[in-house]
């Protein structure tokens, strides 16, 4: 099945102002269903407050040691990165209520995104701390060095980058968070992460469904914006300390890999959309829907190459563990 875009398109250039007046309609009604469907909840209710205990410093309590934590070594290491990224808000708030405005539907939805995604940090802190998962002195000299770098996007050359960027980000940090809580060896936790999880796909369905209406109203900028970001993705939580070492770890724990981020990612986005089906492009559209194709199925090829890298090593690690006994 192909599709077309809207009789209003043109393959005219829109100016990212026209676009957001444009678009201001379509943020309103699904920032009202978001809010109809959003359910409110509490992060206090999701940490273990009876396991907590003073920790050395200032209190004279007891220093952190791995042996406190009941959280897998994977789900440590990705935890870290998951709330790191999450600590990360105010730069990403600044971006964009810069980008989008303060004021009208755009505003009022910016508001609330950040406004929950505060709680996700709220949380995963809370319960880092009180179950004591991972080593606090560490944590807080990663925020600190993750948050004195800032932040600035990948995606500023216009608003249709960045609306087609969180449409994949949110959903890439929904599997993430879901995944890491699969993985990590503690109910609790996965319970915790499972809630946040929620809030990601919302926060996905939002911006998904506003790109869709983008590619009705400017099929061939919208396309380009798609293809760049699609091509060039990389989680916000990029530039933070040890973060490649950390992203190879997840990657082989199967928290966040190429496979994944093909499979469960990318695809389901772009079926969507009907990205790689839309007809009546100009030659711009075109040549981006093409190069979009090319690179999902090169991207299809590397993430078996990386599947069989993975299971050998794994297999491997068995081995020496068997033979140890």
């Not at 995604?117 to 880092?128: C, K, N, T």
């Not at 993430?303 to 491997?316: Q, V």
């Amino acid at each position: 099945m192909t599709i077309s875009p809207s009789p209003l398109a043109t393959s005219e250039t829109w100016t990212d102002a026209r676009l957001l007046y444009a678009l201001e309609e379509v943020v309103e009604t699904e920032l009202n269903r978001h809010l109809t469907v959003a359910k409110d909840w509490m992060p206090h209710e999701y940490v273990p407050w009876s396991e907590g205990r003073d920790f050395d410093g200032v209190m004279g309590g007891e220093p952190w040691a791995p042996e406190q934590s009941k959280v897998s070594a994977i789900g440590r290491t990705a935890l870290v990165v998951n709330l790191l990224t999450e600590d990360n808000l105010p730069s990403y708030h600044h971006e964009i209520a810069t980008l989008f405005g303060r004021d009208g539907a755009w505003g009022n939805w910016v508001h609330r995104w950040t406004a929950e995604e505060g709680r996700h940090g709220i949380v995963m802190r809370d319960y880092l701390l009180t179950t004591r998962a991972v080593d606090p002195v560490e944590l807080e000299r990663f925020r600190m060095a993750h948050m004195s770098e800032g932040f600035e996007s990948d995606n500023r050359h216009s608003m249709l980058h960045s609306v087609a960027y969180v449409a994949f980000q949110e959903l890439a940090t929904r599997i993430s968070h879901r995944n890491t809580g699969h993985h990590s060896g503690d109910p609790v936790c996965d319970r915790m992460l499972a809630r946040i999880a929620t809030d990601e796909n919302l926060h996905m369905v939002f911006y998904r469904n506003l790109l869709r209406k983008a590619f009705e109203l400017a099929p061939d900028q919208t396309m380009a914006a798609v293809r760049d970001v699609v091509v060039n993705f990389r989680m916000p939580g990029h530039g933070m300390p040890g973060f490649e070492r950390a992203a190879a770890q997840m990657a082989i724990g199967g928290i966040y890999n190429l496979r994944i981020h093909h499979d469960d990612v990318l695809q389901p986005v772009l079926r969507f959309l009907k990205a790689l089906d839309i007809s009546g492009l100009g030659p711009e559209g075109l040549a981006a829907q093409e190069e979009l194709g090319l690179f999902m199925e090169g991207l299809d090829g590397q993430a078996t190459k990386f599947d069989e890298r993975r299971e050998a090593l794994l297999a491997r690690r068995a081995a020496r563990r068997e033979a140890a006994g």
